[in-house]
């Protein structure tokens, strides 16, 4: 599937390394919490935290976010926060996209709320050295089983089945002032992917999607929701089978 969206984006300008790990992220947005790794006493999910580092207007953070942004829209069973503005309306969005499904390695019905948040520019996410945000994507990060917070009519609330996968973007220039020292190196930049760049990847004055791009799009949107519905654990094989 990746490199299928790597032949559908190339005649785009972002760098190759931006649509890579884009197309990753759609892979885990589309995944959910439906999917697991079971590592000793520990589960891990598919989430990521994505964010696109370049200059701003050179390395076209913005065009391969889009491309991201708008295939996985097509997904009607992918809950999604299309541009993540604060931390209240990501926690409705979650507590919004609750829903369940029945694992089949125990036949158990579980539920999830399972949200892929994408922010164009993450300073308007994150703003100014946001200490209280910054400790919930860290806890978000985890997937954990239950996450409580403070409400400010209901008092104590919670998320079941947390899975929370983030596609940003961000110009160099406003990494320091986003991110207190406490963040660096540790809890929430140590979950992080910085796929940094400096310049775009190729010139294109114009382009039209050609039939070829066009049925290639299909294909991958096809294939995208088929892989949401996969559900269970991951099994490795032994070697040689």
Not at 10 to 19: D, K, T
Not at 101 to 121: M, N
Not at 127 to 143: C, E, H, P, R
């Amino acid at each position: 599937w990746l490199e299928g969206y790597l032949r559908y984006t190339e005649n785009s300008e972002p760098p190759r390394s931006y649509h890579t790990w884009c197309g990753l992220s759609l892979v885990a947005g589309a995944l959910q919490r439906k999917i697991y790794l079971q590592w000793g006493f520990e589960r891990i999910y598919p989430n990521l935290f994505v964010v696109l580092v370049g200059p701003s207007g050179k390395a076209r953070k913005g065009i391969a976010l889009g491309l991201a942004k708008e295939m996985l829209s097509r997904i009607a069973t992918v809950s999604m926060a299309q541009e993540a503005s604060s931390r209240e309306a990501i926690i409705l969005a979650m507590k919004r996209s609750l829903v369940n499904f029945s694992d089949p390695s125990d036949g158990r019905i579980k539920f999830h709320c399972s949200l892929t948040a994408f922010s164009e520019e993450l300073s308007v996410l994150l703003g100014q050295n946001d200490i209280k945000l910054l400790a919930n994507l860290t806890d978000w990060y985890d997937s954990k089983e239950d996450w409580a917070y403070e409400t400010v009519g209901r008092g104590r609330d919670a998320l079941q089945g947390l899975c929370f996968n983030l596609l940003g973007a961000t110009a160099p220039e406003w990494l320091q002032s986003m991110l207190p020292q406490e963040a660096i190196g540790g809890g929430f930049t140590s979950r992080v992917l910085f796929i940094v760049e400096e310049t775009k990847g190729k010139t294109v004055p114009k382009h039209h999607l050609t039939p070829e791009e066009t049925a290639l799009e299909e294909a991958l949107v096809h294939d995208l929701e088929w892989i949401n519905q996969l559900k269970g654990p991951v099994v490795f094989s032994p070697k040689g089978e």
